[in-house]
């Protein structure tokens, strides 16, 4: 069955464009994906680098791996701001019998994932450019998968009113996103500008989290801190040193594996460290809301 998707693409609804400060990571990653494009299996090799890359992606997938085990044979899925499809493949190679719409504004990341999912043969997979603002469905998703996506939107509360008219009852919203406890590279407690500058927003306060999807209509919200004192110092190794140095230096692409080789044995144990405690604060937030 293929997921009926309703795309409208408003000038007015794209994210507002902040300040010219900190670094520009949408050209890095897309500099990044140009070059895995190039084939499948290069593509394939760099989604799995980043599984072991990524902080962010260990808490995700531990979330993943507990919704597909209470699933249903075919669960309905939309990847909501897909960016390069790397939380699509996943879920179409856990679970072949998911339905997986992956949506994103940015149309040259829809259609480098439309082609690679079609060449890799996931036909589970059906990939659409729309714009989360407008963009809504009738009762039609089990889960919606929301990774790093809602501090590059302004209008938050009508993305969160869109999911849960999209989200069949039992349905759940998942998301990742940096907190207001430095979240975003700013320090705690500062107005500052963003790291990233395609962030609208530093990050969300749990608080405001809980209170603005309670107000879209969720009936229950859960929120848990990541990026504790030991994801913060892989974070720095491994996200903002180098996005840094590149943004500065295309060469130091080069010199990039070395450094990562160097650097990844300790945020391995950082990650897992960060994966299995329990943090009183931190500067992400994973959200799960029930509708």
């Not at 990341?109 to 036909?123: D, E, K, M, P, T």
């Not at 406890?181 to 969300?204: A, C, M």
């Not at 879209?216 to 180098?242: C, H, N, Q």
């Not at 130091?252 to 594996?257: A, H, I, S, V």
Request: proline share 5%; hydrophobic share 40%.
């Amino acid at each position: 069955m293929t997921i009926p998707l309703r795309v409208h693409l408003t000038k007015d609804s794209r994210p507002m464009k902040p300040p010219d400060h900190g670094i520009h990571y949408q050209p890095v990653k897309e500099s990044l994906d140009r070059f895995v494009s190039r084939s499948v299996r290069l593509k394939g090799l760099f989604f799995r680098l980043l599984d072991l890359y990524l902080l962010r992606t260990w808490h995700i997938h531990r979330e993943l791996r507990s919704f597909l085990r209470e699933a249903g044979p075919r669960p309905r899925v939309l990847d909501a701001g897909c960016g390069l499809g790397q939380y699509s493949w996943y879920l179409a190679r856990k679970c072949p019998r998911a339905q997986i719409a992956a949506v994103d504004i940015n149309e040259a990341c829809i259609r480098s994932a439309s082609r690679f999912f079609l060449q890799a043969g996931y036909a589970n997979v059906e990939c659409r450019t729309a714009d989360l603002v407008t963009y809504r469905q009738s009762e039609l998703f089990d889960l919606v998968l929301a990774v790093d996506v809602m501090e590059h939107i302004a209008d938050d509360d009508q993305v969160f009113q869109n999911i849960h008219q999209s989200l069949a009852p039992g349905g759940v919203l998942l998301i990742s996103t940096p907190s207001d406890k430095g979240g975003s590279g700013v320090p705690r407690g500062e107005e500052g500008p963003s790291f990233i500058r395609e962030h609208v927003r530093n990050g969300y306060s749990m608080e405001e989290m809980k209170r603005k999807l309670a107000g879209s209509g969720f009936d229950r919200v859960e929120a848990r801190y990541t990026y504790g004192t030991p994801g913060g110092i892989s974070w720095i190794l491994l996200m903002k040193l180098p996005f840094r140095l590149l943004n500065r230096s295309k060469a130091f692409f080069m010199f990039l594996p070395l450094y990562l080789m160097a650097v990844y044995p300790v945020c391995f144990i950082l990650n897992w460290l960060d994966l299995t405690l329990t943090h009183a604060e931190g500067t992400g937030l994973i959200v799960k809301a029930f509708k």
